[in-house]
């Protein structure tokens, strides 16, 4: 590893789950996705992946809300590589098409397989929640189909190494469009155990042949072993508040910025970099920025 081989930091701001009485720093207005976003990107971050919420924290698949965030993140950030969620347990696959159609989004996240899905208590001894994550090659198809149409870039996240293995008929099929950008998401009952032993396992199971990108989305507080173990393989790494609320010592991140400056740190003492958002684009095979964002146009204008 050298600094040759800058490592994307994504920052996961929100996800749909956490609420502000587990963490009092998730966002839920435009405005604090905003703030979130300028804490991140000033830490280093390249890429924020947006769950979109309602302003009082409720989790929303309407456009208007993906909108409002997006439009409030560009107006505080110079550049990111915005990416949308398209995960959902029941919500109709043609209503989390119509905000990728309406908002195109320069990436999109695409699960790559069904699976038990679950959170599990270990003090009570029994499931929090305990739900069938639906993520068929009929799914995936029809939103990789989609995304290819728009010009958006899959992520795939992939929660156990088979997952990795059904981006094989997909080449095969000639619908993926390398670089591959694959997520090894960790830490999810139901998934793969999270171990660095493990992450090693899912890493090499990515097809070769091309310059592919991988990374890591590590849930919990074991995260951080998971981050050092990508950046030592050669990976990318995502830290946020949807992931993961607290720091290594177990204090709690103070805002989604806490963690990336952590996960930047950590990218420097293995002897990588953070990649800026022009070299992101470039690794991921992403075009130029589609348009001027509305600061350089004001800017421009005044």
């Given amino acids: 590893m050298s600094l040759e081989d800058p490592v994307i930091i994504t920052c996961s701001i929100s996800g749909a789950i956490a609420n502000r009485e587990q963490c009092p720093s998730i966002?839920?207005?435009?405005?604090?996705?905003?703030?979130?976003?300028?804490?991140?990107?000033?830490?280093?971050?390249?890429?924020?992946?947006?769950?979109?919420?309602?302003?009082?924290?409720?989790?929303?698949?309407?456009?208007?809300?993906?909108?409002a965030i997006t439009e409030a993140i560009e107006a505080?950030?110079?550049?990111?590589?915005?990416?949308?969620?398209?995960?959902?347990?029941?919500?109709?696959?043609?209503?989390?098409?119509?905000?990728?159609?309406?908002?195109?989004?320069?990436?999109?996240?695409?699960?790559?397989?069904?699976?038990?899905?679950?959170?599990?208590?270990?003090?009570?001894?029994?499931?929090?929640?305990?739900t069938v994550f639906e993520n068929s090659f009929d799914t995936i198809t029809t939103l990789l189909g989609e995304m290819n149409d728009l010009g958006i870039k899959p992520e795939?996240?992939?929660?156990?190494?088979?997952?990795?293995?059904?981006?094989?008929?997909?080449?095969?099929?000639?619908?993926?469009?390398?670089?591959?950008?694959?997520?090894?998401?960790?830490?999810?009952?139901?998934?793969?155990?999270?171990?660095?032993?493990?992450?090693?396992?899912?890493?090499?199971?990515?097809?070769?042949?091309?310059?592919h990108e991988w990374g890591v989305i590590a849930i919990g507080r074991g995260q951080w072993a998971l981050i050092a173990t990508a950046l030592t393989l050669g990976g990318n790494v995502r830290v946020g508040l949807e992931d993961n609320f607290y720091l290594p010592d177990g204090e709690m991140a103070r805002s989604n910025g806490d963690l990336i400056a952590k996960a930047r740190a950590m990218t420097q003492d293995v002897g990588r970099r953070s990649a800026t958002v022009a070299e992101a684009r470039t690794m991921l095979g992403l075009s130029p920025r589609r348009e001027l964002t509305r600061r350089e146009v004001l800017g421009g204008a005044a």
């Fill in 27 to 67: 966002p839920y207005t435009p405005d604090e996705y905003a703030s979130e976003a300028r804490r991140a990107v000033d830490e280093g971050a390249a890429m924020i992946h947006i769950h979109a919420r309602t302003p009082d924290g409720v989790p929303s698949y309407e456009i208007e809300d993906f909108r």
């Fill in 76 to 130: 505080e950030v110079d550049e990111v590589i915005i990416n949308y969620s398209t995960g959902a347990i029941g919500v109709p696959l043609d209503k989390r098409i119509a905000y990728l159609r309406e908002l195109k989004p320069d990436v999109a996240a695409l699960n790559m397989g069904s699976m038990n899905y679950a959170k599990f208590s270990k003090r009570r001894k029994a499931f929090v929640f305990n």
């Fill in 156 to 211: 795939h996240e992939c929660f156990d190494s088979g997952h990795v293995a059904n981006l094989d008929p997909l080449l095969e099929m000639g619908i993926l469009r390398p670089p591959l950008q694959v997520s090894c998401v960790m830490g999810v009952t139901g998934g793969i155990r999270p171990t660095p032993r493990n992450l090693a396992h899912m890493s090499q199971q990515v097809a070769d042949g091309v310059e």
